[in-house]
C-alpha cells in the first residue's frame, strides 16, 4: 500500500516562496513516478510538475516553469516542491501523486496514489 502525506502549506504573499514536502510510504518508492497537481476553486485539477528518477528527467506545466522545482530525497521518502515567485493564481490545493508504472505524464488518471493535499493561499 503507498501513502502519501503532504504538508507545507500555508498563506503568503505574491513573491514569496513555499517548499511543500510530500512523505511517502512504499517499498519501492525510489521507483516511483512522482507528480504534483493543483485545484483551485471551481476548477479541475491540474498538472504542475512530475519527476522520474534516476534519469527519467523532470516536467512542468507552462505556469510554473521556471518558478517551481519538484525534488526527491531518497533517504527520507520525501518529494519537495519548491515554490518560489508566488502568484495569487498559484493559490490552490497541492496534491503529490505517484505512480509504480514508469508513467511520466501530466493526467490525472495516471496516478492512482494520491495525498490529501494541502492548501496554498497566495495574497496579492
Not at 514569496?16 to 518508492?29: E, H, I, N, P
Amino acid at each position: 500500500q503507498v501513502r502519501l502525506v503532504e504538508s507545507g502549506g500555508g498563506l503568503v504573499q505574491a513573491g514569496d516562496s513555499l517548499r511543500l514536502s510530500c512523505a511517502v510510504s512504499g517499498r519501492t518508492f525510489s521507483t516511483y513516478v512522482m507528480g504534483w497537481f493543483r485545484q483551485a476553486p471551481g476548477k479541475e485539477r491540474e498538472f504542475v510538475a512530475v519527476g522520474s528518477w534516476p534519469g527519467g528527467g523532470t516536467f512542468y506545466a507552462g505556469s510554473v516553469k521556471g518558478r517551481f522545482t519538484i525534488s526527491r530525497d531518497n533517504d527520507n521518502n520525501t518529494v519537495h516542491l519548491q515554490m518560489n515567485s508566488l502568484k495569487p493564481e498559484d493559490t490552490a490545493v497541492y496534491y503529490c501523486a505517484a505512480n509504480e508504472q514508469g508513467v511520466v505524464a501530466g493526467e490525472t488518471y495516471r496516478y492512482p496514489y494520491w495525498g490529501q493535499g494541502t492548501q496554498v493561499t497566495v495574497s496579492s
